[in-house]
């Protein structure tokens, strides 16, 4: 035992005193340290101010929420990120297409609200004038010298730059990392209006004289209809990007590697898409070890192999081996019950757990090292969470990406409830029923804590809104209680003939359209499948707020 040494009483008080002077110098330096980095580099703002903002930004902007505008057609970029400083630049141009029946004679863009970023420079082929009434808002409308005809396409061309400047007081941007950065196209310059500026509480709404705001508007509102989940910056675009990166990281973008190089002590990647993408896509850098595999459908001579790779940090390891079963069972699965996979490959990229969630992009699913890589899995006792989570994100590459889905209620009744059942089948697949039974217990426990915090009426799956606790959990229980009523295979059936009719690309209805697929669709081809005697189950489990209920008996 180490021996305490005493000190007197005199010893003691004058270190003290000294002692004290340097703490409270110390505590004053870093309180100006903290303010200059809070309220110098970076902009502060009080509650009350963001909320001025976002009431003057609907007041004020309003108007141009459905103003015809253009939409994206081809991206081209190339991004430089320096991880080290958490910086990145990113130049080059955006094909822009007037798909409307009038003249286009103005391009409204919005700048992501955030002050490390900034637009160095934005201009259109052929020339366009600034109109910056609206700049408190980084809103700014090019009037083109040329109008726009129905038809007609223009280049716009432009440089982003993040730069981080100290650190911030509260939500500081985490995306961009020293090892580990992933983002989306949502930070880059965006189209027109967009609404998740506005004020959504509805108390504070209602002191600031503002109208009722839903989530999501009604099915039958014919402006939100033609838009799809990524918003209404495209209907399908094509994609090619180089981005480089440290020596010592990888990055990756969705599409084909078609090569790779290093200059100046950095790592280059050139990706290009070989076939359209909806405008969704992510840009992720790390220090990655690679699990490496291929995929090939069996009951297609002629199909491509599929190239399967997990990115993953060098200690997490643990769950590698499932989440690659889970590629192969997933893709087999949809492939034979659904639709062929559309892409040559199938990427998972770790990022750290400053978010706790994975995300399907294009061929790409950027996965927090949270709920999947890190998870201590007991097949005895637990479900299989790594596994159903890649199922589940794998599954939006055909109900997300395949078939988007109106911007509408109900939209995440396409999204994400299927894309819950069908993991599910894939699950119960791989592992048995009781799994997938244990799996719904926990989906009931989520809706029950869901339906508690629940402050306004809740909504039936096919108009519900942004409940998560209504389309992933309920959803998953009510799609599991209609499979054992009408039976998987006809499940699958409608989820199929849905697919080849909505598919966003060359669907038989969807290329016949501008809008895009409803919940009331879906449930018209449930009932397709129902024999006459069960189409109440159709308005019990999906168009009414009905009891939850876990059979495991076919319910005649």
Request: glycine share 4%; no cysteine; proline share 3%.
């Amino acid at each position: 035992m180490k021996k305490r040494i005493k000190a007197g009483k005199n010893s003691f008080s004058k270190p003290l005193i000294k002692l004290t002077s340097i703490v409270f110098l110390a505590f004053l330096a870093m309180g100006s340290f903290i303010f200059y980095n809070t309220n110098i580099l970076n902009e502060y703002w009080t509650n009350s101010e963001a909320t001025a903002f976002r009431v003057d930004y609907e007041k004020e902007l309003k108007q141009f929420e459905y103003v015809p505008q253009p939409k994206l057609v081809d991206v081209n970029l190339r991004l430089e990120l320096y991880p080290s400083t958490r910086d990145y630049t990113v130049e080059g141009y955006y094909i822009l297409k007037n798909t409307n029946r009038e003249d286009i004679t103005s391009v409204h863009i919005q700048k992501l609200l955030e002050g490390n970023i900034t637009i160095d420079s934005l201009s259109f082929e052929g020339g366009a004038t600034q109109n910056n009434h609206y700049k408190k808002f980084d809103y700014t409308i090019f009037n083109l010298n040329s109008v726009l005809k129905p038809g007609d396409s223009v280049k716009m061309y432009f440089k982003q730059s993040f730069i981080t400047k100290g650190f911030e007081s509260g939500n500081s941007n985490v995306n961009i990392n020293k090892n580990g950065t992933f983002f989306n196209n949502s930070d880059l310059p965006t189209i027109g209006y967009n609404r998740k500026y506005e004020l959504n509480d509805a108390d504070e709404r209602k002191e600031q004289n503002l109208p009722i705001r839903y989530n999501k508007a009604d099915r039958q509102n014919t402006n939100e209809l033609v838009k799809a989940r990524s918003g209404s910056d495209s209907d399908g675009l094509n994609f090619e990007m180089i981005i480089g990166t440290s020596e010592e990281q990888t990055a990756l973008v969705p599409g084909e590697l078609l090569k790779q190089w290093t200059n100046d002590n950095r790592n280059y990647f050139h990706y290009k898409m070989k076939i359209p993408i909806i405008d969704f896509y992510s840009i992720v850098s790390a220090e990655y070890e690679i699990k490496k595999d291929h995929w090939i459908y069996q009951k297609d001579s002629i199909s491509k192999p599929v190239d399967l790779e997990i990115y993953y940090h060098k200690a997490h390891d643990y769950n590698l081996d499932r989440m690659l079963s889970s590629m192969k069972a997933s893709l087999n699965y949809y492939s034979e019950n659904f639709s062929p996979y559309q892409y040559e490959h199938l990427r998972i990229m770790e990022f750290p757990r400053y978010a706790q969630y994975a995300q399907s992009f294009p061929g790409t699913i950027p996965f927090s090292e949270s709920i999947g890589f890190i998870l201590d899995i007991d097949d005895e006792s637990d479900v299989d969470m790594a596994f159903y989570v890649t199922a589940h994100e794998i599954a939006h590459q055909w109900f997300g990406i395949q078939v988007e889905a109106a911007n509408v209620k109900g939209r995440h009744f396409i999204l994400e409830t299927l894309s819950q059942y069908v993991a599910m089948m894939v699950l119960k697949e791989h592992y048995s029923e009781d799994k997938l039974l244990q799996f719904l217990e926990l989906q009931k426990d989520i809706y029950k804590k869901g339906k508690d915090r629940e402050a306004f009426t809740e909504p039936s799956l096919e108009f519900v809104e942004n409940q998560d606790y209504i389309y992933y959990a309920k959803g998953a229980i009510q799609m599991y209680q209609f499979q054992k009523v009408v039976g998987e295979e006809n499940v699958n059936r409608a989820l199929r003939n849905f697919l080849e009719d909505w598919n966003s690309i060359d669907g038989k209805l969807k290329t016949k359209t501008n809008r895009y697929a409803t919940s009331k669709d879906l449930l018209n081809y449930f009932r397709a499948v129902t024999p006459k005697h069960l189409q109440h189950t159709i308005t019990e489990l999906f168009e009414t707020v009905s009891h939850l209920k876990v059979s495991n008996d076919k319910d005649n």
